[in-house]
C-alpha cells in the first residue's frame, strides 16, 4: 500500500455505509480521497470524521456533466485521479412489474451508467498520465446469482451483474492498450447499512448474516495492495456463519 501514499482516489457514495467505511480506510494510508455524494451536509460530517486526506464533493452521479465537474476539479487541484471506487448504488424493493419506467431508469443510471462514465474518465485520466492505476466496482451477491434471492428487487440484481460485464469490457481494452490500471469486482453479500434496512420488511434477516461496511473496505484494502505482477479480478465477500441459508439471505 506504500505505492498509493499520496495518489488520488475517487470514492462514490462516499457519505455514509460502505462508501465511508472505504474513505475511512483509504485515508488511513495517506490517500487523497475525493468522497463524491448528493449530501454536502452529510459530506462534511464524513469530512470531520476522517481527517485531512478527505475532500467533499458534491456530486449526483446520475448527471454527467456534475460529474465531469468534479473530474475537472480533481485534475486542476490533484493532477488527475489514480484509483476509482464506483460504490454509489440504489435499490427499490418492488417487482420489475410493478416498477415505472422512471424509476428502472434511476436503478440503471446509478447502479450501472454512472460507474461506466466515472471509468471513462478515470482511464483516461490515468492514461494520459501514464501513470499505474486502480478500478474497484463494488458490485453485490445479487448480480451474481439473482436466482437465489427471492427477495423483489427489481432491475437492481440485472444492473449489479453489468458492473461484472464492465470490469471484464475494461480488462479487454486496458490489454489492447497496454495500460498499467487494474480492475477488480467486488461482490458482497448484504452487508448492514441504511440500503438493507427494508429487508426486514419481506423476511426476518438474522445479524450474523449481515456484513459489516468495514468487511468491504478490507476487501478494497487487500485489492490494492496487491503487487505490481499480481490482478484480483473479483472478490466475493460473504459472512462466516452456520448454515447455507446464510449466504443467500
Known sequence: MNYWSGKVAIVTGASRGIGLAISKELAKYGINVIGLARSMDELVEASLMIGEYFFPFQCDVTDEDEILVAFKFIEEKFGGVDILVNNAGIINYIHVM????????????????????????????IRKRDAR???????????????????PMGIYGPSKLGLKGLGIELRHEISQYKLKIKV??????????????????????SPEVLLNDRDIADAVIYALGTPKSVEISEIT????????????L
Not at 492505476?133 to 427477495?151: P, Q
Not at 465477500?237 to 443467500?248: E, K, N, Q, T
Open 237 to 248: 465477500v460473504l459472512p462466516h456463519c452456520l448454515g447455507s441459508d446464510a449466504i443467500f
Open 98 to 125: 410493478d416498477s415505472e419506467t422512471d424509476e428502472i431508469h434511476n436503478v440503471i443510471n446509478t447502479n450501472l451508467i454512472a460507474p461506466t462514465i466515472f471509468a471513462r474518465e478515470a482511464m483516461n485520466s
Open 133 to 151: 492505476g486502480h478500478i474497484i466496482n463494488i458490485s453485490g451477491i445479487t448480480g451474481l446469482y439473482c436466482e437465489a434471492v427471492s427477495v
Open 184 to 205: 477488480t469486482t467486488i461482490n458482497p453479500g448484504f452487508v448492514r447499512t441504511d440500503m438493507t434496512k427494508q429487508l426486514n420488511s419481506f423476511m426476518n434477516v
